[in-house]
């Protein structure tokens, strides 16, 4: 359909239209640019591909170190050599191994992921909560079986009632306080979603 041209003030409207709506997108969570990328030409699909990529990658760590510690308990005593995980996660793995130590314990098995993680939510650039900023998260979804493990004790003698969880869901909040920086994104806590997987 042809419509008849009256001058050029619509038209640089509908231009100046386009322009802003391509670079604001839909303002969905998983299309906002961080504070500091917003003037940078990195697309936010780029940075969201990036951020997707390394919460991914920290959840199988998380998976993979706390087999590792829990198998050899004492073995990691300072929650900095956690890389994989934020300060406060960082510190509960460790006291759960030093607790498996304190009792002569140890897993034996593994947790394992069923499946591949999925990426629930990403947000780069959070909304304040009142005077404190929010990081950059990356929400990611996994089924967890822990079913295979069980602890034993210094004999090697299964504890009882110790065996793993089968299957469930569990949510990974995955935070960078370094953004945008791609190295600082680690695993801040994780919750049981009490769903089936």
């Not at 009792?103 to 304040?128: F, I, W």
Request: overall charge negative; proline content about 4%; some cysteine.
């Amino acid at each position: 359909m042809t419509r008849a041209r009256r001058g050029a003030t619509p038209f640089a409207l509908l231009t100046l239209t386009a322009v802003l709506l391509t670079g604001c997108g839909d303002d969905s969570d998983s299309e906002r640019l961080s504070r500091s990328q917003a003037s940078s030409t990195s697309s936010s699909g780029d940075d969201n591909a990036s951020a997707e990529k390394q919460a991914l990658f920290r959840v199988h760590q998380l998976i993979d170190g706390r087999n590792a510690i829990r198998q050899a308990p004492g073995t990691y005593r300072d929650a900095s050599s956690i890389g994989f995980a934020d300060d406060g996660m960082a510190k509960t793995i460790i006291a759960e191994s030093l607790e498996l130590e304190d009792k002569d314990r140890k897993q034996e098995g593994k947790v394992v992921l069923s499946g591949e993680p999925t990426v629930h939510e990403v947000d780069l650039n959070p909304e304040r909560q009142g005077e404190a900023a929010v990081n950059p998260y990356v929400d990611v979804r996994a089924c967890v079986d822990a079913s295979q493990s069980h602890l034993v004790d210094a004999k090697g003698k299964k504890v009882a009632k110790s065996e793993g969880d089968g299957p469930r869901m569990m949510q990974f909040h995955v935070i960078n306080r370094h953004w945008p920086s791609n190295s600082g994104w680690r695993v801040a806590w994780e919750k049981d979603l009490k769903k089936p997987c």
